[in-house]
């Protein structure tokens, strides 16, 4: 079954380290790839996403991934974080198969950024 | 963001009672959701809506009834709500549904 793994749940950085955070995806056709935020007590908000293109992608708040076909990978990085990073990180993938839609998320990362 | 409310906000009940919960959306996106959240297993589809009186089946399922009888309007339903349905509901709309998905801010329910 297709699904979409985020293997570290929970991260602890200080300010101002780099961030790399995993999503890999088990599907073989064309994808579109998300990274929502969800900051402590709101909702999911879009991060970035990928359709097609430039496979390094650029969101919001100096966040970007890099989709890597060959490895079905999607990883979210961030070269400086901040305290206001804190927050769960979900990773999405949807596609179409057998003419239905799929949209999975990923069961998030937990990133704690310690002042 | 989409212009979506959830309501109610928390609710705590009994087991065995039945509860409505009720999204709506301003952004008249065709595609509407329901979420459920809990811990260790991210977000997880309950049911959702591909237009007016067309709902479909997500991967929990059990339990839940869903309804859809205007574009703005997705109602969720707990037939007789069970402890193992304590979670955070949440609702979410899409123009596209391989596109962004919009959330709505979440629903607290408590079953004792």
């Known amino acids: 079954a297709q699904s979409v793994s985020q293997h570290n749940h929970h991260v602890i950085l200080s300010e101002a380290a780099s961030l790399e955070l995993g999503c890999n995806y088990s599907y073989g056709g064309t994808v579109n790839l998300f990274w929502y935020v969800q900051y402590p007590g709101q909702h999911l908000q879009l991060l970035l996403k990928?359709?097609?293109?430039?496979?390094l992608v650029k969101g919001i708040k100096g966040f970007e991934a890099e989709f890597i076909k060959s490895k079905f990978s999607f990883n979210l990085r961030k070269p400086s974080v901040q305290w206001s990073d804190t927050a769960e990180y979900f990773c999405?993938?949807?596609?179409?198969?057998?003419?239905?839609?799929?949209?999975?998320f990923g069961t998030g990362t937990r990133l704690k950024v310690l002042a | 963001d989409a212009g979506i409310t959830q309501s109610p906000r928390h609710k705590v009940t009994e087991t065995g009672t039945p509860v409505t919960l009720r999204c709506h959306q301003t952004e008249n996106h065709r595609y509407m959701y329901w979420y459920r959240q809990d811990p260790g297993h991210g977000l997880r589809l309950i049911h959702y809506?591909?237009?007016?009186?067309?709902?479909d089946k997500g991967e929990v399922s059990d339990g839940y009834s869903v309804s859809r009888s205007k574009t703005e309007d997705f109602l969720l339903t707990l037939e007789s709500a069970t402890s193992s349905q304590t979670s955070v509901y949440f609702c979410a709309t899409g123009r596209e549904p391989t596109d962004t998905q919009y959330f709505g801010p979440g629903t607290r329910l408590t079953v004792l």
């Open positions: 990928y359709f097609s293109g430039d496979p």
């Open positions: 809506s591909y237009g007016v009186k067309d709902t």
């Open positions: 999405a993938v949807t596609f179409t198969t057998s003419g239905t839609y799929k949209y999975i």
